[in-house]
């Protein structure tokens, strides 16, 4: 059926189909799904495993290796990393990037299966292994509430009713809670008076263990009910547990409070802890169900937010942190005013070449294309997001090129006198193959991205989609659209032309001259194009090359580390002078500090440390980009002298998962020593390049543990066994839970400890009293000497192999290419014992594997692109040309690059892929013309000539509208790069369709002109 002659001959029906896709459109763009940033999947779980007491070693040794020894017999692993700390192991699974999301939870159950497995064979002492396959799970929405003078268990209560408000939203699929105090009931013990009173610490632990402990009395059956038995006497109040009586081993009972203070309180010291503008504060942050609108989930919290902000108490404030809504309607209303400007832009242009109505015709074609696009978004469930939206934009000038190459030829056919219905038909069938070849390749050079495995894959897997589909539509409406608007508003032209004539003037005479000296002199064309395709080649060294752009928010993020073994209180400290110096920079509004651990993912490409003592995480928010960086640059030249105590690292936000270190050398073996040394050499050779900053060890610095050296023999006649020893020091430091302390659906542990919970002088600790029985005995008495010793704070490993990276940074305005020429032939040169070797990850890492799996489907789309190009021209040569063509369009990409002083990113390069399918459907198109006038009896001479120069108005309108298309997306952070090489690839991409194609086809033609 022809469907162009369908479309003219059945106007009422193509009228309501035109209809319906405006109307489709518009609601489709309402109801399609809204993200900030494209998802991708994190194919990643952890296992954690506590064993209470054990050092890191002991930690991998009876711990970490049994697990991972269960776990690598997982299909579909990639690899396991882990960390060992004293007395927690925590295993990363990462799967392999082939596999499917689909089967993601079934990988998961099959984890889970295996690490159960294993338990039995895990030391006594350790705790059942937990796996976490949800902590990469975006919590779009994150808030926070905060008063002065408000103490935590009031803010407490406060998130706790916002939580159950906000989990009645629609769409709202999950809140967390995060930086709430754990409330505690604190016994602090009197030694003394437990002495004078003769009663013994295990007589205390086991009295409130057996009390407070849940019981189950079963049931009584009578003839007709069965009754529940509830057995009382669990603590109701705090005074309770003061009037707890516990018995000594004569038989006399002593009430608690006679041998310790009972009090209310918060477990010491605390996991994690948030502070907002440097005030106590709660963080909730809440998910959208999968396939929600963000924006709407997004408006709906906020709605419900506003209500219960009305109830709060005078000076409890909530600070909305993140919301991803709000980011998403910025970036969708950015892009309604882009594809504005873009069709403005598209019509202006066509104006200047085809004037007003023939530009509003064309330009009408591509709002057509973009609504017919929305509406098979909402089908297929593609998001409007970061990436979707920037590939419409890129489409802008793709979309309106089938229209033109139509459109152009109707109305030179309408010039030469051919009635407009017949006009209109041969144009749709003469151009209806050439141009879906065209458009084909063009789509079929972005399905190496399609398929790709890899995570950059999946990220930018929706531009494939909306490209596809926007220039499939592209090419039915400029077959049907295109076509009945012609029919309906252009007219017949009475006054009919020559077709010679039709290309007259001065433009015409210049750029034909130009075109037969071009031919004439072929060869030395020739070497002009390789001369610039050289100079180019030796212009690219200027290129900086990156691989993933940073985004231009108005947030940026700060980790920070105090040295390992901190106390948690001290980092807080540490963290506090942090905040003050933030909030004293006028470029600063508001400062967000958690402790301990970041905080949930907020943001898809989140960093996560923690839980950690040592731990601290900032979120900074300015009015601006402008400020941030002023901000930004200022901590890094400052840092070092105002907090010498801590290891301060500035992020921006980035559309892939954050780095440890851009920069990271792996070392991996056997021995610990011969890995640290290996590290720190490496180390050293990052801290002596200029280009460098942030180094550090991923094993950061040795902690100090106190050493009590137990003799067997003292403690034997003191009659003080280890377990007494070690309790001793769990009262004295964190406590001892001895029980539960129920409050209506709070779960309070009842804590066992000492009126001091630090030491101010580590030295007097030997003259602790250790309590055994009904008596106390020095500390000093039952060992034979004390000393504060170092050791590893942790013990990595990469799939079971020991492992400790050296990392940095390049310093601002270097690049990550740039500091890697700089330090890894040199690191490279270090002399690895057998046994041991050397990885590079972090960036290099990734981006060769993000490049590799595109790259390694070039071949099938490269195949596919020849067989359509043989398909098309029926011989070998015209392919030829094409093909021979395609690098030179990196001439223009290349100097456009330097000369904006852009970096060739991962985006660049998809940019550049684009390009390849622009510049081959402007070749296919001429060439097409070409075959047409010989088959008309034209010479080749004169064949490419016409050809040419009948393709120039359309070309350089296509070329044009695209390139101006692009503008808008010029400032943006994460496609500006991509911008400016289509812009300028493009721009160069005409000159060689318009001038390199007849050369090249001069030569394999072997045209002469004398």
Known sequence: MNLTKFTIENKPFSWFVLALVVLGGIISYEKVGKLEDAPFTIKQAVVLTQYPGASAEEVEQQVTDKLEEAIQAMDGLDYLDSDSRPGVSRILVVLKKTVPGDEIPQMWDVLRRKVGDIQP???????????????????????????????????????????????????VAKVTLFGKAQESIDIKLSYTAMNQLGISLEQVMNALNKQNKLVNAGFINTEKQRLRVKIGGDFSTVNEIGSFLVSTENGEQIKLKDIATVEESYVTPYTSKMKIQGLPAVGFAVSASAGANVVEVGAAVEQRLEKLQQDLPAGVLLKNIYNQGAESKEANDGFIFNLIASVGTVVLILLFFIGLKNGILVGSGLVFSILGTLIFMLVFGINMERVSLAALIIAMGMLVDNSIVVIESILMKIKQGVPKRQAILEAAQSSAWPLLGATIIAILTFLPIRISPDATGEYLSSLFSVLAISLSLSWIFALTQSALVCDDFIKDDNNAQVEGSLYQGKFYDIFRSVLRTSIKYKYASLAIIIGLFASSLFTAKYMKIVFMPELEKRLFKINAFAPEGSYILYTEEQGDKVYHWLKAQEEVNDVTMTIGMTPPRYFLASSAYGPQSNVLSFIVECDDFDNVSKVFQRLEEEKYDLFPELFVRPELYSVMSPLDGKVEARFMGKDIQVLDSLHHVAMDIMRESPLSRHVHSSWFNMSPNWNAMYSNNKAARAGVTRTDIANSFRIMGDGIPVGTYREENELMPIMLKTNEGTVADITKVENMGVLSGNKTVPLQQITTGMQVDYEYPIIQTYNRQRAISALCDPKDGITTAELQNDIVSKIEAIELPDGYSLMWDAEKKNQSEAVSAIVTFFPLAFMLIIAILIALFGNYKQPMIVILLLPLSLIGVIFGLVGLGKAFDFMSFIGWIGLLGMVIKNIIVLLDEVNIQRKEGQSHLESIIYATISRTRPVLMAAITTMFGMFPLLPDSVFGAMSVTIIFGLGFATFLTLLAVPVFYALFYQIKIK
């Open 121 to 171: 064979q895990l030391p006594t002492g350790a705790h059942p292994s937990i796996v976490n396959d949800d902590f990469a799970d975006v919590l779009g929405l994150f808030y926070g509430i905060y008063g002065e003078g408000y103490s935590y268990r009031e803010l407490n209560d406060i998130a706790d009713d916002f939580k159950k408000e906000l989990l009645k939203v629609p769409n």
